[in-house]
């Protein structure tokens, strides 16, 4: 029985053996797949390590944290492969320990003298064999805990791969990035090049068309100097020329004034030897009568006269102005609705000059001085003509609405007009271009002017009634007398005798004697017969400033004769 139970108790032990040696066999198996898993890997591992060295050299950094781990792996698996050889040798000890047993157990029968020390032997090999299955339990384990940090440290690995693959792509696409922006940067920089040559290219030709203005505008500035040099040297010489002919054609119309005013001084001599007879008649034949009143006024043989000495038809239609000449050549300017001026000599009532222009508007004003007659219509202009030759020598343009009213003025070398504009303008006839010089503004229309002995203030008379005084040199109003008449003033005439008086008809029907110095009026004259029917109405006054013409008054005493 105890050697049967030896037996089975050795059986036991060589099965357990066995079954053990089969773990070992498997283990050693499964770490040599280990191994060749790892042997692989090492290959792989050597492949990335001579990829990543040849790439070291620009990109170590990124790269240190795997070489380490990859170090670190190698030397776990050639601790793991020592170990895997040490079991390998303990199992061929286990192994041939076994044999040995075997062959003790079968020559057990043969040998009985043996049996204790076999047992003693197979007790120690028992105790033995535990303790090296426990080592080799231990050993699996540790191997199994190396085997599973090996594969984590794989997966990591792996992963390191994968995340050092996708940098790889990363950079390989930052790199052609790179590229393409260097390749873009190459093409604009040779852009730039391109076109700072084109910039230093029009940069010298603008250089060139700077030059060539500067030498066109160096050139122009030398030819308008000419030009100006030749502009004046010809304007000099015309002044010149012009200055000569006005001082001859002035010493003509002084000779000329000259004749005529010894015929009129001669005339006059006649007239008034004549008069004082007709004077002396008068006084005879009234003193016969009974008659108290002298009828000669004034002390320089004006008189008041009793029948016409010519009756002229001088238009076909109404007479809108008359003047007399007071430069004393006996003539008198008519101006009409029907567009013409026509001059006429109080010698023998004859006209002697018809002078048109008007367009076909009717005349509004005129006057006459010396050679010189004017005349200003509702073509919105005046003309000048000369008596001598008919013809018109200015066309005076510049007012807005009709012209009312004309005088000359300094010597017939100025002509002041008036219009419905509400202007007053002064203008420059004495060279052969007029010019216009100074403009007066108001606020009413001017129906008449007249201009004082010196030429020097104008006296204008207006729709509202007013009467207004101008400075022909300043340009400006001295003056302004308000409602002197009721519905406008038609007519303004400079005392002959005291510049300081005027005389005005206005619309009212009154004739006024005006005190500029007070703005009053010192008298007043009318008629129930006498009525103002036009905005032209005008009063005339005698040269002794004693008669007023429209219906006669003796100025002295304020009584219609």
């Known amino acids: 029985d105890d050697s049967v139970s030896s037996i089975g108790s050795r059986d036991f032990y060589v099965r357990y053996i066995e079954s053990a040696v089969i ?23 050597n492949i990335l ?23 670190a792996l190698l030397n776990l698996v050639d601790t793991l492969q020592y170990r895997c050889d040490s079991s390998a040798r303990e199992q061929l000890e286990l192994q041939h320990l076994v044999s040995q047993l075997s062959a003790s157990s079968s020559g057990e029968n043969s040998n009985g003298k043996k049996g204790n020390a076999a047992s003693k032997a197979e007790a120690r090999m028992r105790d033995k064999i535990e303790k090296l299955q426990e080592q080799l339990n231990q050993k699996l384990r540790a191997e199994i805990e190396t085997s599973a940090a090996a594969l984590k440290t794989a997966t990591e690995l792996s992963q390191l791969k994968d995340h050092a693959s996708a940098q790889e792509a990363t950079i390989a696409n930052l790199r052609d990035v790179n590229n393409r922006d260097e390749n873009t940067i190459t093409n604009l920089t040779t852009q730039l090049a391109e076109a700072q040559n084109h910039s230093r290219l029009a940069e010298k030709q603008y250089n060139g068309l700077k030059d060539m203005i500067r030498t066109l505008q160096d050139e122009n500035d ?33 000779l000329q004034k000259e004749v005529d005013m010894l015929r009129t001084l001669h005339k006059q001599e006649a007239q008034r030897k004549e008069g004082l007879d007709l004077v002396g008649n008068q006084r005879s034949h009234i003193g016969a009568g009974g008659g108290s009143s002298d009828r000669r006024f004034g002390a320089t043989g004006v008189f008041l006269p009793t029948t016409p000495k010519h009756v002229i038809q001088a238009h076909p239609i109404e007479a809108t102005s008359v003047r007399y000449d007071g430069t004393g050549l006996d003539l008198i300017a008519t101006g ?5 001026v026509k001059v006429w000599d109080t010698n023998n009532g004859q006209v002697k000059a018809t002078l048109r222009g008007g367009s076909g ?25 000369n008596i001598r030759t008919q013809r018109m020598i200015h066309q005076l343009a510049g007012h807005s609405t009709k012209v009312t009213c004309v005088r000359l003025l300094n010597n017939e070398k100025g002509v002041i007009t008036g219009s419905a504009d509400r202007s007053i303008k002064v203008w420059d006839i004495s060279r052969s271009t007029y010019k216009q010089t100074t403009t007066f503004r108001h606020s009413s229309t001017s129906n008449c002017m007249d201009v004082s002995l010196d030429s020097l203030t104008v006296f204008s008379g207006h729709m509202d009634g007013g009467i207004r005084l101008w ?27 005291n510049g300081n008086q005027i005389l005005t008809n206005g619309r009212d029907s009154v004739l006024r004697v005006v005190d500029v110095r007070t703005c009053t009026a010192v008298q007043s004259l009318g008629h129930e017969d006498f009525r103002t029917a036009f905005n032209y109405s005008s009063c005339g006054i005698s040269p002794d400033g004693e008669l ?7 100025l002295g005493g304020g009584m219609c004769t």
């Open 23 to 45: 773990k070992a066999n498997n283990q050693h198996t499964q770490s040599s797949s280990a191994r060749c898993i790892c042997l692989s890997q090492e290959n792989n591992m």
């Open 49 to 71: 390590h001579d990829l990543l060295t040849a790439r070291n050299a620009c990109e170590t950094k990124p790269f240190q944290s795997i070489h380490e781990s990859n170090a």
């Open 222 to 254: 030398e030819l308008k100097q000419t030009n100006a040099q030749l502009v004046e040297r010809v304007v000099s010489e015309k002044e010149k020329m012009v200055d000569e002919i006005n001082k001859m054609n002035d010493m003509v119309e002084t």
């Open 336 to 340: 009409s609705s029907d567009s013409t």
């Open 361 to 385: 508007h009717p005349m509004l004003g005129v006057d006459l001085s010396g050679g010189l007659v004017v005349g200003c219509g509702a073509d919105k202009t005046c003309r000048v003509w």
């Open 471 to 497: 400075d022909v040199r300043s340009g400006k109003r001295v003056l302004d007398v308000l409602s002197m008449h009721e519905g406008g003033v038609t007519s303004v005439q400079c005392h002959p005798m």
């Open 548 to 554: 007023s013409i429209i219906r006669f008054f003796l």
